[in-house]
């Protein structure tokens, strides 16, 4: 069982550029959330799912989006890059609404914009 | 607005025991979590309080008062291994369960 995975590892980027950060759980769970973290910082909720075909916002979604078609996938997409949002991004999920506080990370994805 | 605060930065010795303490600022919430971070990782969940008192989990222990916004996790015969970066969170009640957090205490252990 791999848990949650994330892709890609590491990428540099171009401002203005489109990006998709991909996240995929294999443990069958209701929500997923996308979060940023940045150097000495907690963490920031950018947005999350709490069910398949649901989305909502979080503490900073601007400048990204989401997706839930199916309960394995939740991608984020920058539209248009800016340095700003160079950060360390983190997906995880949680069971569902009667287990939501123990979430489950993926390793991060570690993006530039330059 | 909703917050909560941690030390940056705890030193302790190895075999020793360390108190990080998180105090909050919300209007309510379903329960306080801890989790670890090691550099370059992702987080982990160590503890969850719904109740006020003491939740012990083998050499980690997590505390809950709601009377007090406090909370602290209490670590025991320090290891080496402990050494990481530790958050609390909160379950916000008018948020769709999503957890605010702490900025994140490092913990630096000494041999």
């Known amino acids: 069982i791999a848990g949650i995975t994330q892709a890609p590892t590491s990428q540099i980027l171009a401002a203005g550029r489109r990006m998709t950060l991909r996240c995929t759980q294999d443990?069958?769970?209701?929500?997923m959330y996308w979060y940023r973290q940045d150097l000495g910082l907690g963490l920031r909720l950018i947005h999350y799912?709490?069910?398949?075909?649901?989305?909502g916002k979080g503490e900073v979604p601007d400048g990204y989006s989401v997706s839930r078609a199916n309960t394995d996938d939740f991608p984020l997409t920058l539209a248009s890059a800016v340095p700003s949002q160079t950060s360390v991004y983190f997906c995880a999920s949680s069971p569902g609404q009667g287990n939501v506080d123990t979430q489950y990370f993926g390793p991060g994805t570690r993006l530039t914009v330059l | 607005g909703q917050s909560l605060e941690q030390p940056s930065e705890v030193t302790a010795v190895e075999g020793a025991i360390v108190q990080i303490n998180c105090t909050y600022q919300?209007?309510?919430?379903?329960?306080l979590s801890w989790y670890q971070q090691h550099d370059g990782g992702a987080p982990t969940f160590l503890s969850y309080?719904?109740l006020d008192g003491l939740e012990e989990t083998g050499r980690f222990s997590s505390f809950l008062s709601r009377s007090d916004s406090y909370g602290y996790l209490l670590l025991q015969e320090l290891q080496m291994k402990d050494s990481a970066s530790y958050f609390c969170?909160?379950?916000?009640?008018?948020?769709?369960?999503?957890?605010?957090w702490g900025a994140g205490t490092k913990l630096i252990i000494k041999p």
């Open positions: 309080n719904a």
């Open positions: 443990m069958r769970h209701n929500a």
């Open positions: 799912s709490n069910t398949a075909g649901t989305t």
């Open positions: 969170a909160v379950t916000l009640m008018d948020s769709n369960y999503q957890l605010i």
């Open positions: 919300t209007s309510g919430f379903y329960g």
